[in-house]
């Protein structure tokens, strides 16, 4: 521990000494980076949370400033050379800070990921597997709907404030589609199972992709770690060389898809070889690091409303604008989508550095530029805050493999914190734990709980034993 808190600091120390020189500044977070995902290799498994935060940050922050380095070509700065300089430095820190919250979980914690799991009972089963059928039958149906709808229409439609007219009945079941397939897969079923239930969870997001959205990515990079912990936890081998093998061959025929479809959402033709539209993909994913540099930038010009506070505030918004306390309480909702309520009242960071970066217009029209845990602490709390938070994600990501294989709630809950948690690199801080004030999740856990209670007490599965 003293060895790498030794070599933290000089870590630190080298970012102080080289950040004033772009060149000398990527290099040095790059190896932080580097160094954070080496050091998960030994204990791949116990650390995959942590492996894959690392490779989200490396695509969404790191990919960019690293390819103008390559290239050498610094001429698409969307800021000042100063303000992407800050950029940098902060990442760097918070790079640092979350391998000190991961020395800090392995200082103190020496338990083995559980080989026997908690029994679940079968009633929990039984009762998340029906309300998943439910909602992700009805989810596809209305994920496609909309597709039918939207397909022909730009991508930009989907982050305007007007949307699709569907039964809010509908809606609503649709949209607890996520919790109830993580119900589903925190009652540990077979391999078999998982795989038909994760096949009918990623078919309910495809139109959703096939519109733009990327945030169904997360589901893929998400069962990622579910099977890389089942296969250390159960007695048979989940992961085999073919599945392997399959996914280094796909990968690249992923990436290199995924890269192609950012020139067919935009109309335009994509002239690159395959290698050259797999590099110009994570260059494109990198934007979050410009909103990274814009947020330092437009710092002293963001909204300064009453006690604003983009790290912990979305909370806040959430919990006095949903629907049932602005009716009580009378206040107004911000709306949904891109709308000038949000872009100059709240705590959303996304909407009011894309209003002022991008123009009031533009905004309208439903660009964005999205956010990231690393400028929201910034601006929020400086340096020390961006270590100190980082440093709390990286103790989160090490601890959440070791409650998988706990009691039913505590697998739900370490299963939706891990397929949020991933993604903050380019969301905001609290997006991981926003699910627990999110009155569908509320609903849907109360609905299983009630079901699960009334199917215990009339004994239906003991009468069919």
Not at 18 to 30: C, G, R
Request: with cysteine; net charge positive.
């Amino acid at each position: 521990m003293k060895k790498k808190l030794c070599v933290d600091l000089a870590l630190l120390l080298s970012l102080c000494l080289v950040q004033y020189d772009m060149f000398f500044l990527t290099l040095v977070v790059t190896a932080i980076l580097v160094r954070n995902l080496v050091e998960c290799i030994k204990c791949l498994t116990e650390r995959s949370v942590y492996f894959i935060f690392n490779i989200m940050i490396l695509v969404f922050i790191v990919g960019r400033p690293l390819i103008r380095l390559i290239r050498n070509d610094y001429t698409d700065l969307f800021v000042t050379k100063e303000a992407t300089l800050v950029a940098l430095l902060i990442t760097g820190v918070s790079l640092i800070g979350i391998h000190f919250g991961k020395e800090l979980f392995e200082l103190y914690n020496q338990k083995q990921l559980i080989q026997e799991d908690v029994p679940i009972k079968r009633y929990y089963r039984l009762v998340s597997c029906v309300l998943f059928i439910c909602s992700v039958a009805i989810s596809i149906g209305v994920e496609f709907y909309k597709y039918s709808i939207l397909k022909n229409e730009s991508y930009l439609v989907l982050f305007k404030e007007t949307a699709v007219n569907i039964p809010p009945i509908l809606d609503i079941i649709a949209g607890l589609s996520l919790f109830t397939y993580i119900f589903y897969l925190a009652t540990n079923p077979s391999k078999l199972k998982s795989i038909l239930a994760t096949i009918l969870y990623v078919l309910s997001t495809l139109p959703g992709f096939l519109l733009g959205k990327r945030i169904q990515i997360a589901s893929l990079v998400f069962v990622v770690i579910y099977f890389v912990i089942r296969n250390k936890m159960d007695k048979k081998r989940w992961i085999t060389k073919r599945y392997v093998i399959a996914g280094l061959v796909f990968l690249p025929i992923i990436v290199f898809i995924l890269g192609q479809m950012n020139y067919t959402r935009s109309h335009k033709v994509n002239e690159h070889g395959p290698l050259s539209t797999m590099v110009d993909f994570v260059y494109k994913q990198g934007t979050t690091f410009d909103t990274i540099a814009q947020g330092v930038y437009y710092e002293p010009v963001l909204p300064e409303n009453f006690a604003r506070n983009y790290t912990f505030g979305p909370i806040y918004d959430y919990l006095t604008q949903n629907s049932i306390i602005s009716k009580i309480l009378g206040t107004r909702r911000f709306g949904q989508g891109n709308n000038l309520i949000s872009a100059n009242f709240g705590n959303n960071f996304a909407h009011h550095i894309s209003n002022i970066s991008l123009g009031e217009d533009v905004y309208l029209l439903g660009h964005g530029r999205g956010t990231s845990y690393v400028v929201e602490n910034y601006i929020d709390f400086g340096y020390v805050g961006v270590f100190l938070l980082s440093a709390f994600i990286g103790y989160i990501l090490c601890i959440l493999p070791f409650y998988f294989n706990g009691r039913y709630l505590s697998r739900i809950i370490s299963l939706l914190i891990t397929f949020h948690i991933v993604t903050i690199p380019r969301y905001n801080f609290v997006s991981f734990i926003s699910f627990l004030y999110d009155l569908k999740f509320i609903f849907a856990i109360s609905i299983l709980f009630s079901l699960s209670w009334i199917v215990s007490k009339l004994r239906i599965l003991d009468k069919k034993q």
